[in-house]
């Protein structure tokens, strides 16, 4: 599969979670579907973002590494998952993406802090 329509795909409510490498826009995509994420941060601002996404938003886990050979091992990832989808703290997960989510929404409607700093901006710039 060269290419999947990834907004489509988390938009599904079979989703449960969704598994990523924790890139900036898959990140953005999957918090403002409300999906909580199982995070494998690989390079860049990734492990960055999985920090954000486990310790600061709390709407995800990050999943441990071995320390011996720097690979994500398949049990760490299923228990990765299975504390997403179904651990004691999986309900807090999905309320704390929805939360954000509706935070984000909230910024872009009119009169919302998007809106306020675009029109900021625009005239600022339109005055130089």
Not at 37 to 55: E, F, L, S
Request: include cysteine; proline fraction near 3%; hydrophobic fraction near 40%.
């Amino acid at each position: 599969l060269k290419w999947s329509p990834q907004l489509e795909v988390l938009s599904n409510k079979a989703i449960g979670c969704f598994l990523t490498h924790c890139g900036w826009n898959s990140t953005l995509e999957a918090l403002a579907l409300e999906v909580p994420m199982v995070a494998m941060p690989q390079w860049t601002d990734q492990p960055m973002n999985a920090k954000y996404i486990q310790d600061v938003w709390k709407c995800g886990v990050r999943v441990k590494i071995d320390k011996e050979s720097g690979i994500a091992k398949r049990e760490e990832i299923e228990i990765s998952i299975k504390e997403v989808m179904e651990g004691e703290t999986s309900k807090g997960m999905k309320e704390n993406a929805k939360k954000l989510r509706d935070l984000a929404v909230k910024s872009l409607n009119e009169g919302g802090s998007t809106d306020i700093n675009i029109d900021t901006f625009v005239s600022k710039a339109q005055s130089k």
